[in-house]
């Protein structure tokens, strides 16, 4: 009998492996069944399928921290992107297995806080446990494990055989495996019969050495209209102390100008918080310049979100409230892509 692969040699026929490591954080993959629902555990549960995957990977398992996603706050994001900061130069490529519920907002989060990033860091998760037999684990991890070792920079998500930029995920599918959508950008990679088809054009061009800036604000509110909404909401939300607010609006952009109900959104913008315009459409970018409804808000001072996910937009509001820019250079910033989340222009 031939032995392809000779475990511990390092090497695949002639190829070394590559060294990943993997960060966990909790979620499904690591779930197990307990008196209360599922519940995740250490990584010690993630051992039978990473076993699999060392004949391909020489692979170092850290437990950040171990966290059904629900549970995951901006702290936890810090925690996640100065974990890899700080080891990424030990490492061919970084995997982070993270549960689904929030990990379109935690891979944009890290987006914005490790600029130049210079390996590949790939979020991954599943909507069935990896102690299911039928678990989508196991694929989903692979893909991750190849995007990782792909040696491409940026902060992707892998699910379903499909490998996304992070600030441009979201999460679409409660239960179904297809569970994240690349929006309103391409994929950066495919798994096919060819393997792991890269698309270039997505991968985002490193400018400069990697750095850490993971200082967040969570003085942010994203407020989704509705027909009837009380113009109030706006003066709540500066007695809150809201720093930033990012609207999904209707359609290409509008809102409500009729009844004084700009008033309180006006007070809001002067008061010097910075006021982000999506739409509640998942796909397309909006646009406020085509209606009237929408050009009243841009006579106030609003950020065009354009073609950025709610999530992207929440998470890039946050980190530039948190690195202390101004209105003016927020309004600025957001004409900008720092890490692909807006088609600029
Ligand atoms: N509630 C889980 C989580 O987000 C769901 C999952 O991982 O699929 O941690």
Redesign the pocket.
Known sequence: MVTKYARGSGRIGSFMKKHILLLTT????A?LPGADG?A?HRSDVMERELEQLRTYYDITVKDVMC????NIRPRQWQDIARAIYRQRLDYDGIVVSH?????AYTASAVSFMLPNIDLSVVFT???LPLADMLSDGPDNLRTAFAMAASGKPGIFLAFDRKVMLGCRAVKVRASGFSAFESVNSRYAALVSNQGLVINEGVIPRVNGPARLCDAISEDVFLLKLTPGLSPAIFDALVNMGCKGIVIEAFGLGGMNVLNRDLEGLRRAVEAGISVVVTTQCLYDSSDLRVYQVGSRLLELGVIQGRDMTSEAAMTKLMWAIGQGMSQKEIAKLFTLSLAGEITPG
């Open positions: 909790g979620g499904t993959i779930s599922l995740p966290l059904d996603s629900s549960g689904t519920d929030t990990m998760g599943s909507q």
